[in-house]
């Protein structure tokens, strides 16, 4: 397949388009280069037969028909976004225009192709979003594919509301769309902006390692590389107009998260003293969602897909990984928010 992928120099995307390129598809990676893109998490495969990039954003409609119309792409994996809570509550202007007029572009340039294409029917538009769009579980159940949205800061309002832009694209038009809702993901080339490399950085850095509130709050964790395997395989077996949500199997509080990265760190990387003891409860995120658990029945009966990682051997890779790659991460450290707290303003 040829694939038109957004946002491919970012933390999933990259995954992505390594993935793909390694299965033998064509990729046209299309990303406007923002704070968290990288293009040295494509590196790898940027000499690759089949590996094009296009240095454009997805709010950009001219850019966005030159593009569909120069590569003739069979399939769009959409991950370009604003994906950072704590940012969204300082500019959550960007998120609304990213997330929401972006998506709105793309499904636009990507509908006017497949129409003049002959409208079909194997094209897939592929919108990738996250199971924050469901809002905040209690102490029991998990999300299924038909829990009600319930959004509840500026970045999951703005990725619900492109996925009803996705949906209605559907209903409206006809256009072949798929909807994947993932779990917090980790692993290698994360921003570090994100919990798990903040973690790892700042116990490397001998400075306070931040726990939001009293750590309470529960995620499900999935590896990077395994949600890049689900969504290759969502595109190629999904059903036009379906939803799917995607996550680890492995739900823990934040403080036990934190807690066994440390005990990772203690091992690859003695320090003088347990690097647990660098752990500071600092004040909670405005809004932040108790749980978040995602059902996944629908994506293992139908597709027969399920992870494959788990959590604690994933963990011991992502660690083993930023010890390992000191000089990617020291590279992002002087971008824009990284190292200070963001989104503590009510």
């Given at each position: ?5 957004t946002?491919?120099?970012g933390f ?15 990729v ?16 790898e ?19 966005l028909?030159?593009i569909?119309e120069r ?11 604003e994906?950072h ?46 199971d924050?769009v469901y ?10 594919e038909?829990?009600?949205y ?27 769309t ?52 689900a969504?290759?395989h ?18 823990v509080?934040?403080?036990?998260l ?7 760190l ?7 003293a ?5 752990i ?17 029945t ?10 494959s990682?788990?959590l604690?051997?994933?963990l011991?890779?992502?660690v083993?990984?930023y010890?390992e790659?000191e ?10 928010g990284?190292g ?7």
């Amino acid at each position: 397949m040829r694939i038109l992928v957004t946002g491919g120099c970012g933390f999933i995307g990259s995954a992505v388009v390594r993935l793909a390129i390694a299965n033998g598809h064509h990729v046209v990676n299309v990303d406007a280069l923002t704070y968290a893109a990288c293009p040295a998490n494509v590196a790898e495969v940027e000499r690759a037969f089949g590996y094009r990039f296009e240095h454009a954003d997805v709010r950009d409609r001219p850019a966005l028909d030159r593009i569909f119309e120069r590569w003739q792409p069979d399939a769009v994996m959409h991950l370009a976004a604003e994906s950072h809570v704590d940012r969204s509550i300082d500019g959550p202007a960007a998120f609304v225009t990213t997330n929401v007029l972006g998506t709105f572009c793309l499904l636009e340039a990507a509908r006017n192709y497949w129409e003049a294409k002959g409208r079909p029917p194997a094209f897939r538009f592929h919108h990738v979003s996250t199971d924050e769009v469901y809002g905040s579980l209690g102490p029991e159940g998990a999300f299924s594919e038909d829990t009600p949205y319930a959004p509840r800061s500026p970045y999951s309002a703005s990725k619900a509301g492109s996925d009803h832009l996705v949906s209605a694209w559907h209903e409206t038009y006809g256009l072949p769309t798929l909807i994947s809702n993932c779990s917090n993901n980790y692993g290698p080339f994360q921003f570090p902006e994100k919990l798990i490399p903040v973690v790892i950085l700042n116990a490397l850095a001998g400075a306070p390692i931040p726990v939001y509130g009293k750590g309470e709050n529960v995620r499900d964790w999935l590896y990077v590389e395994d949600h890049a395997r689900a969504l290759l395989h969502v595109l190629q077996q999904g059903q036009a107009g379906r939803s799917y949500n995607i996550g680890g199997n492995s739900c823990v509080r934040n403080i036990d998260l934190v807690r066994a990265i440390c005990s990772v760190l203690d091992r690859r990387r003695p320090a003088a003293a347990p690097y647990a003891q660098a752990i500071r409860f600092v004040t909670d995120r405005p809004g932040h969602d108790l749980r978040y658990a995602v059902d996944q029945t629908r994506i293992r009966t139908e597709l027969g897909w399920q992870p494959s990682i788990a959590l604690d051997e994933g963990l011991e890779r992502t660690v083993a990984w930023y010890l390992e790659n000191e000089d990617w991460w020291r590279a992002l450290q002087d971008r824009e928010g990284v190292g200070r707290r963001l989104g503590a303003m009510r």
